[in-house]
């Protein structure tokens, strides 16, 4: 990956031209199977598609993190992460419409046929959530699809704040956006997008 290609990606979240080849790069890497690094709300977030086995064990392996837990998906509106649920009812909808963005991550019914490895294991419901964060959105939306978002941090250390900590920890094993997280100081809320409960 070329220091141009990287700079492109830095200064496109936010500006209203972006370079075309830049994003079907990035797009063709994330198809087969490679990781990206971008900042969320709280600290940068490590991603993938979520309908690529292969990426998701990819990046449990890198983070050492379990199998067995499910992960986050965000998307940049209700409408991107919508293929991988159930239709939720009418009511819940209009709630989420009115939550979202937001650093609050809502555990909704998955669609059948959903990754054990995205939701987790002997589990039916799916962790999704549109972050209050313009650089994650507008990444989702450039890219047209939704983004595995879990803490960008190896078993036991702290999560990157930085793009140079991403770098220091994970080198070329994955694709780094640059840009500055959010001041969120806790990762977002988890709640059942059912029953209301807040699980953290």
């Not at 063709?28 to 709300?41: D, I, N, Q």
């Not at 991988?84 to 709630?95: I, R, V």
């Not at 294991?121 to 879990?150: E, F, W, Y």
Request: with cysteine.
């Amino acid at each position: 990956m070329t220091d141009t290609l990287q700079t492109a990606f830095y200064i496109m979240l936010f500006p209203r031209i972006i370079a075309a080849s830049a994003q079907r790069k990035l797009s063709v890497y994330l198809k087969k199977g490679g990781l990206v690094a971008y900042p969320t709300e709280s600290c940068y977030g490590l991603g993938c598609l979520p309908t690529l086995a292969k990426a998701l064990g990819k990046l449990a392996h890198l983070k050492k993190r379990p199998q067995h837990k499910g992960m986050i998906v965000i998307g940049n509106q209700f409408e991107q992460l919508q293929p991988l649920l159930q239709m939720p009812s009418e009511s819940l909808q209009a709630m989420l419409r009115k939550e979202w963005p937001a650093p609050k991550t809502f555990l909704l019914l998955a669609k059948s046929g959903i990754l054990p490895e995205l939701r987790g294991k002997r589990r039916n419901k799916l962790a999704v959530r549109v972050p209050d964060h313009d650089g994650a959105r507008r990444l989702c939306q450039i890219l047209g699809m939704p983004l595995v978002s879990t803490s960008c941090n190896r078993a036991g250390k702290r999560a990157c704040r930085t793009e140079r900590e991403v770098r220091r920890q994970f080198g070329r094993d994955v694709w780094t956006v640059g840009g500055r997280i959010g001041r969120q100081k806790s990762p977002s809320q988890i709640i059942d997008g059912e029953t209301g409960k807040r699980l953290r």
